[in-house]
């Protein structure tokens, strides 16, 4: 079966990106500018899909900016907040069913092409602070994309039961240039190494034993 | 408790802008470009927010035209067909997976306002033909969207268990004004009168005794 893939340009959704090529099991990579400040994982993306020759489709959501309000990703007024995440900070780094918006369009694109899957990098991490990384909620999400074609579209999370630091066990088996995925939500010039996002990409590869190749401003 | 709802401008939706504006439950209407034939649709849209003093958030997707294919209703060289809804010519009218996406930016924006509700207007007319208007789709849909964020926002299909002859009728007693409400797939000066949809709409207004105020051009 050939999927269609969310695909961030992050650590996460490339380890997926390199095991689903691996497996030619791959139909096209969906990555999505939602207005996100850390636009630049786009970049990333457009490279590894270039190496793998996996096709790449880039699509232009940024007018849904009018709709996410006060998320400090998609609106330049609100700062990153920094340290790890836990519920006082976190709300700041919510896009607004951002999960359900990216895995429609790639559910609709899977159906255009005649895949019979969409896969995507959610892992156990992201359960415990986004209701939207729930397996509650990509299970029920499951039997709607199931049931809106006449064809059974599959929901494909291979990472559901994995840490972080299991992908980047798994992205290093599979030979993944590290150096070339993005996590940092400031998306400056280096990962800042403070924020949220940036401290549990550290944590990985520490916790993985991997060497990590990232230069953090901090 | 106030709702966003999705409005395209056609029969069904404005009935429901009208219904939720009547009941004060209203905080904003979403109308989506999804490069559709008929854009012209949101043109009416617009102006019966305008009527109604109703928030009308016009959101440009059609840079979606890159995912959905081979649909006559956004590819503009492959024709509508003429005729009723049937198995043969229904899936040039496809839209892969509309519905979702609507409704995951919908509820989207029912997040970040802080509503409870998210409505839209799938009648039971739309059942046997489009998958993403049966009533397991939209419950499964449903489940998604109310665990996808902390606070549980609800998906309301008021008309779920309505013809499109029992919204007209409830049109008609809400006082729409049906000559500014776009059905025709076509999107043409006129309502073609040939293809499904005004084929549908015309049949409505018959069914419901309600004197019909489309200009039809055949």
């Not at 996460?12 to 990106?17: E, F, K, Q």
């Not at 929901?155 to 996590?183: H, Y």
């Not at 280096?190 to 990409?201: A, P, Q, V, W």
Request: hydrophobic share 40%; glycine share 10%; aromatic share 8%.
């Amino acid at each position: 079966m050939r999927s269609v893939i969310i695909y961030s340009g992050g650590l996460d959704s490339t380890v997926l990106l390199y095991k689903l090529a691996s497996e030619n099991a791959l139909a096209e990579a969906v990555s999505i500018n939602y207005g996100q400040r850390h636009a630049k994982e786009l970049e990333f993306a457009f490279q590894n899909c270039k190496k793998l020759g996996v096709k790449f489709n880039l699509i232009d959501l940024s007018s849904l900016n009018s709709v996410f309000g006060n998320s400090a990703l998609t609106n330049q007024s609100i700062e990153v907040p920094d340290g790890e995440y836990a519920r006082g900070n976190i709300a700041l780094t919510v896009v607004p069913n951002r999960n359900m918006i990216m895995l429609s369009i790639a559910a609709a694109r899977a159906m255009a092409l005649g895949c019979g899957g969409v896969a995507y990098a959610a892992h156990s991490g992201d359960h415990a602070l986004y209701p939207d990384c729930t397996p509650e909620f990509a299970g029920a999400l499951a039997k709607a994309i199931a049931l809106a074609d006449e064809r059974k579209i599959e929901l494909l999370r291979p990472f559901i039961n994995m840490g972080k630091a299991d992908i980047v066990k798994l992205g290093a088996e599979l030979g993944v240039d590290f150096s070339g995925t993005w996590s940092c939500y400031k998306g400056g010039k280096l990962h800042c190494g403070k924020c949220s996002t940036c401290r549990e990409r550290r944590q990985a590869f520490i916790e993985a034993g991997v060497p990590d190749p990232t230069e953090y401003a901090s």
